[in-house]
């Protein structure tokens, strides 16, 4: 039997596939339909729909700008230097708050082939809650926080501490004298001022303002230091005599009389029942006010004056400074220096110990060397050295706050407050028209009185109390005015 072929449909031409005869006549090519135009068809993409695509390119139009308390975005040529002017502005509100007078920038609308078309945006549940809260702007700044969200606790921020330029008491002090190796004011636990003038020494009541004579050394003899005990009434009195009298300041009666020295005692330091007198015969003597005898030790080693002297909070070390540029550190047994620091260039007279960190020393220089410079006792190493371009006349830490105040001579008499340990001026006080050469720091930590050639005591609350630091010192606070010493 003889097989049929299989029929097939019949070739449609050219004509009925709408081809031009151009194309039918290229059989071997291979053709692709063109695509239309899906503007010109009006065509609007879906919002359901997922965009894939090789580039990431960031929109804004799901941005939620109400949230900031600015204006929608509008539309303009230059995108890239509009979105660089929204950041500016955004960061000088910031700054410089929304009164600053920054409007908002516009940002540019989407088009394409220069046609707008509606943007559609995607869905707005990536990265939302399910309910927004309305914040404000300045409650997402760092500068500041808006304690009024719920749930949310914030430290506020601490404004910058105000110093007063000012003293807040004066006291005339005559015969105050304007030497820079003496040490004639100082400040008891029990809120009461001693200085020394001429041959005399006064106490001050800080609490009622009362001033008290409490010796008279006669016209042969005057008063070159004066020390009070940490605890205690009792006050120590160095004369150009060599002598250091004890005294107890609540009966004004003289205790003893001790000798050792063979020139004036220009410095005191207290360590509980043991006294230190540093004197110009280059000599420290170690006296125990309970023992019979002048002075236990005698300490030797620096080559001229000795002007400065202070024990550490521990009372383990002493610190020493002379007039041979030199500061050394004893400890309780020695006779000899355990430190010794050289770097110095002009006489050591003020010297401090921190009561933050143990082993942490400062000291300063005189006119020649005009620094302060910071040791380590622990590690016998020098941490810092700060010129402060004036003759270091004292120094003293605050018990409160990390920061310590020097006082200055030649040649600008200021006090200048420091922060540690960035050694950043907090204050500049000026008043004095003569070097400052005396220091004391009140009990409470706040207040600080100064003394100068000028014949003149300056209060000054410089450092905050210990819980606030908005607190005011209560020393002298209802006796404002100049008054008189004596």
């Not at 009006?42 to 390119?57: A, E, H, M, N, V």
């Not at 394409?112 to 399910?130: E, Q």
Request: proline content about 7%; some cysteine.
């Amino acid at each position: 039997m003889e097989e049929t072929p299989p029929q097939f449909p019949p070739t449609p031409s050219s004509s009925e596939l709408n081809i031009p005869s151009t194309m039918s006549s290229r059989p071997n090519l291979s053709i692709t339909p063109t695509t239309p135009n899906l503007l010109s068809l009006g065509y609007q993409p879906s919002p359901s729909r997922t965009i894939i695509s090789d580039r990431f390119i960031p929109s804004r139009s799901s941005s939620n700008f109400n949230l900031f308390n600015i204006s929608p975005p509008n539309n303009s040529d230059d995108p890239l230097s509009s979105s660089s002017a929204a950041y500016t502005t955004l960061l000088r509100t910031a700054l410089f708050g929304p009164d600053s007078g920054f409007t908002p920038p516009v940002t540019p609308d989407k088009s394409v082939g220069g046609r707008n078309f509606p943007v559609v945006s995607p869905s707005r549940n990536i990265f939302r809650f399910k309910s927004e809260t309305r914040q404000s702007l300045h409650s997402l700044l760092p500068f500041e926080t808006d304690d009024n969200l719920p749930g949310v606790s914030h430290s506020p921020v601490k404004a910058a501490r105000k110093v007063p330029r000012s003293p807040y008491k004066v006291l005339d002090a005559p015969a105050l004298q304007d030497d820079f190796y003496l040490n004639l004011v100082d400040w008891s636990s029990h809120n009461i001022l001693a200085v020394g003038l001429g041959n005399c020494v006064y106490l001050w009541n800080a609490c009622s303002s009362k001033v008290t004579k409490l010796c008279d050394l006669g016209t042969d003899d005057s008063v070159c230091s004066v020390g009070w005990a940490q605890r205690g009434t009792h006050l120590a009195v160095g004369t150009s005599n060599g002598k250091v009298q004890i005294w107890d300041a609540s009966r004004c009666k003289r205790i003893r009389t001790m000798e050792g020295h063979r020139l004036r005692v220009g410095t005191l330091a207290w360590s509980t029942s043991q006294l230190s007198s540093g004197s110009r015969d280059k000599s420290i003597l170690q006296r125990d006010i309970r023992a019979q005898e002048n002075y236990v030790s005698k300490l030797s080693g620096h080559k001229s004056e000795v002007c400065g002297l202070k024990w550490s909070y521990d009372n383990r070390e002493l610190a020493s400074g002379g007039n041979d540029n030199r500061l050394y550190v004893w400890n309780q047994h020695s006779t000899q220096p355990v430190l010794k620091y050289c770097e110095h260039t002009a006489a050591v007279k003020a010297i401090a110990w921190s009561p933050h960190l143990h082993g942490l020393l400062a000291s300063g220089g005189g006119t020649a060397d005009r620094c302060i410079r910071f040791w380590n006792t622990t590690t016998n190493s020098h941490l810092s050295c700060m010129d402060t371009g004036s003759q270091v006349c004292n120094l003293v830490w605050s018990k409160n706050v990390n920061e310590l105040v020097s006082t200055h001579g030649y040649s600008q008499n200021q006090i200048i407050v420091w922060r540690y340990p960035t050694m950043s001026k907090l204050a500049t006080l000026t008043g004095h028209t003569f070097r400052v050469l005396y220091l004391a720091i009140s009990p409470d930590g706040q207040t600080i009185v100064t003394g100068a050639g000028d014949e003149t005591l300056r209060f000054w609350n410089v450092f905050p109390s210990p819980k606030s630091q908005n607190t005011e010192s209560e020393i002298g606070a209802s006796f404002l005015g100049r008054t008189q010493i004596r």
